[in-house]
């Protein structure tokens, strides 16, 4: 990352106000006379001045007030960095602490504060880092609760060259007394107007992340997560977007929560318009029992501010999460064009077949197989065998090993599909560790896919669990793993905890997944590792900080795929989106869609096949196998280039098209998805953006300029506009049709 900008934090000592600044954007708030932080400021950057001004204190009536003869200082319908419920403020706060007394009073004022080059890892948690000192600046503020005596340290984090700020919490119980932390948001941030229409990502199973939008009113407006996982149902994510903003022009304010467990994103609009957006661990169901003398660390939230429109939004958080929140080897590595076997099989497998599948991979041009399920324990369904990791004999009588080996002297890389947080009843591990699941005592179990949860709060279990995998790795030398997870968590409870700390049964079991996470990853730092929660359960930027890439969906049928990757696209980079050409009749959908556009729709992510190859004619093995060739000369500009949304889904029921652009702009890349087929449809044009306004570009032997590609438009009209006959020759079209054009600047 060049540093084009710098990252400055400026503390004026005369009027206590905080300013964080790189050029871009200012983040600006002040101590209040009794050491309350308030909020002053957040947007496009600011020069350097005194802001005071911005607070403003009106008496209002029937409201009440800090400071007797004082009719003006009520923190009711003041903007604050962390607000408290219960001294003048009767909003949503940014903690709640229950006192053995069992009061939640609290009143944290500022003791301290400490500006650093660079930022700090958070303990036990996935958060963004940066690789020099000189990317970013932090601002930790210490505040105090004199009764408590526990403290709070705010940590806030302006990265140099992006117009992000990272915020999260610490809580010290410096006391004698035992706290019970109730609520800690890792982001409360008060905005002055509720002009703002709330965008989320929401769905279900196989329909995930699809754009919501609607217009914030007086009251709450939230989205939240209670199943132990991010889920289908809402993705960690919320934008709010002023009203005449689109998808290029326009102030937007993105906020992402780098966790994989229970959230709650809301927007509480009081009765002055004043907009208070918080996010979090959700505080329903969860409880922290903080001792004295320990810590409390919430996760991660990233806060982006665009003036470009949601395009100008995602693009921040694409370069972020590629390059600052994804790790490792695999990080900007060219990801390899893999095949997995599932849709192909099923369960009904041997090492021939195997063998067979792989064969013709490699010889359209496949560099990695991956066996799905079914290879482990006495994996015959699925009510058997998860929680065995080690090789189901029937299926594979020779080893693990030895189909590897077979594998890799085809030419390709192999891969495993693994579940490691869940147990099937009819297994060995459960038949000797029955009490390792979830479950409360003395009431039923309720399953999932015939299937329980683990204990990932227990170390025990993770260890088991881990020694089970590295078995296997060994044995195989795996280079990619697909680390599934298909059902959310019910009946939560650990008999090994105390009664009073069984709100953490949760947040342990989350931090239980990043430690077996974290110990494979640097026992194995050249495993590719894809997540998978029934598909995109659990797409969330916490699993970005393991896995570098996750499957997007369980549904795989390229027309649902563009919405999914559409909507998926507001937060995340192409290269985290697994996106696979999958067999037809597609298996979630039974629709039968042509070959080119499964392809090209799957190009826009991690690329692959699920089907048996063998199946296929020789003119789709040519398909394939230009698709293939397709793939591997363009994917570093679709991992890395700049990505633009061009036509929605959700504005229109019969066309999509987006395009990426390369760091240089030099090549640039454009899809276009039809529906259904028109009749005498109007003419087309595609109005194209990032492309060099001074660069002439090449496609399909006509040349353009970059300016008029992006101001006139570029011609897409297809043989459906008007009538076929001798003079108006056009190559047919067809339901589900698309394209896919390649620009490259002219070099003189």
């Not at 089970?468 to 008999?495: F, G």
């Not at 196998?625 to 504005?651: E, W």
Request: aromatic share 12%; net charge negative; proline share 4%.
């Amino acid at each position: 990352m060049t540093n084009k900008n710098k990252a400055s934090i400026h503390f004026r000592e005369e009027n206590k106000q905080f300013h964080l600044n790189n050029g871009e954007i200012s983040y600006i708030f002040k101590v209040s006379s009794d050491g309350k932080l308030l909020h002053l400021y957040y947007g496009k950057a600011l020069p350097e001045k005194d802001y005071a001004y911005l607070i403003e204190m009106h008496h209002r009536p029937m409201t009440t007030y800090r400071q007797e003869n004082d009719l003006l200082y009520s923190s009711e319908h003041l903007k604050q960095e962390f607000p408290e419920y219960g001294t003048t403020d009767f909003r949503h706060p940014a903690i709640s602490l229950r006192q053995e007394n069992g009061s939640k009073i609290t009143d944290f004022t500022y003791l301290k504060h400490e500006i650093i080059n660079g930022k700090p890892k958070l303990e036990n948690l996935p958060a963004t880092y940066v690789e020099n000192d000189s990317e970013s600046k932090t601002l930790i503020v210490t505040l105090k609760d004199d009764v408590t005596n526990v403290e709070v340290e705010l940590l806030y984090t302006i990265f140099t060259d992006l117009p992000i700020i990272t915020r999260s919490a610490r809580l010290i119980n410096k006391g004698q007394q035992i706290q019970n932390i109730e609520n800690l948001t890792s982001l409360s941030l008060d905005l002055p107007d509720a002009d703002y229409d709330l965008i989320q990502l929401s769905g279900a199973w196989g329909r995930e992340r699809a754009i919501k939008e609607r217009s914030l009113q007086q009251g709450i407006q939230s989205i939240e997560s209670t199943r132990g996982i991010s889920s289908h149902q809402h993705n960690p994510f919320v934008a709010l977007k002023r009203k005449n903003a689109d998808e290029h022009q326009g102030e937007v304010i993105g906020t992402a929560f780098v966790y994989s467990g229970n959230f709650l994103i809301q927007a509480e609009v009081d009765t002055w318009d004043v907009t208070r957006l918080q996010v979090g661990i959700n505080p329903f169901g969860f409880e922290w029992q903080l001792k004295p003398n320990e810590t409390f660390t919430s996760p991660e939230t990233v806060l982006v501010y665009s003036d470009k429109g949601l395009n100008g939004m995602s693009q921040s958080f694409h370069q972020l999460f590629r390059k600052r929140l994804a790790r490792g080897v695999w990080r900007e590595k060219d990801r390899p064009v893999l095949i997995n076997n599932w849709e192909a099989t099923y369960f009904d497998f041997n090492e021939d077949k195997l063998v067979s599948i792989a064969e013709k991979a490699h010889d359209v041009g496949v560099e990695l197989f991956v066996l799905d399920d079914g290879w482990f324990g006495e994996r015959n369904n699925d009510y058997a065998g998860l929680g065995d990791w080690f090789v189901n004999e029937q299926r594979l009588p020779k080893g693990i090993g030895s189909l590897a080996d077979r594998i890799r002297g085809i030419g390709l890389k192999f891969g495993l599909w693994f579940e490691p947080e869940m147990v099937n009843k009819d297994s060995q591990l459960y038949r000797e560790h029955p009490d390792w699941i979830i479950h409360t005592p003395d009431r039923k179990e309720n399953h999932g896919r015939n299937q329980f949860v683990l204990n990932f709060g227990v170390n025990e279990v993770v260890d088991n669990i881990f020694n089970q995998m590295c078995a296997i790795i060994d044995e195989s030398k795996l280079e990619y793993i697909k680390w599934d997870m298909n059902r959310p968590l019910t009946d939560v409870y650990n008999h090994r905890l105390d009664f009073s700390q069984q709100g953490e049964v949760f947040h342990r079991y989350v931090l239980g997944l990043y430690r077996l996470y974290e110990m494979l990853i640097t026992k194995y730092p050249n495993v590719l590792f894809e997540s998978c929660s029934s598909g995109g359960g659990r797409f969330d930027p916490g699993m970005l900080y393991y896995a570098p890439q996750t499957w997007t969906s369980d549904d795989s049928d390229a027309i649902e795929r563009l919405k999914i990757q559409y909507g998926t696209s507001l937060l995340y980079p192409l290269s985290s989106m697994g996106a696979h050409v999958s067999i037809i009749p597609n298996h979630q959908t039974n629709r039968l869609t042509p070959i080119e556009t499964r392809g090209n729709v799957a190009f826009f992510g991690a690329f692959g096949y699920e089907l048996d190859l063998n199946q296929l004619t020789e003119k789709e093995l040519t398909i394939v196998k230009n698709q293939v060739d397709f793939y591997k000369n363009y994917r570093s500009v679709i991992h890395n280039g700049t990505f633009y949304r061009l036509l929605s889904p959700f504005d229109s029921d019969n066309q999509t098209a987006w395009m990426v652009v390369s760091e240089d702009q030099k090549t640039a890349i454009v899809a276009h998805y039809k529906m259904l087929n028109e009749v005498n449809r109007s003419y087309q044009r595609l109005y194209l953006q990032g492309l060099h306004p001074e660069f002439d570009y090449q496609v399909e032997n006509q040349k353009y300029n970059g300016t008029e590609l992006m101001n006139a438009g570029f011609i897409i009209t297809d043989a459906s506009s008007g009538q076929i006959n001798e003079q108006n020759k056009r190559p047919e079209t067809h339901d589900f049709d698309s394209r896919v054009w390649v620009l490259t600047k002219e070099e003189n």
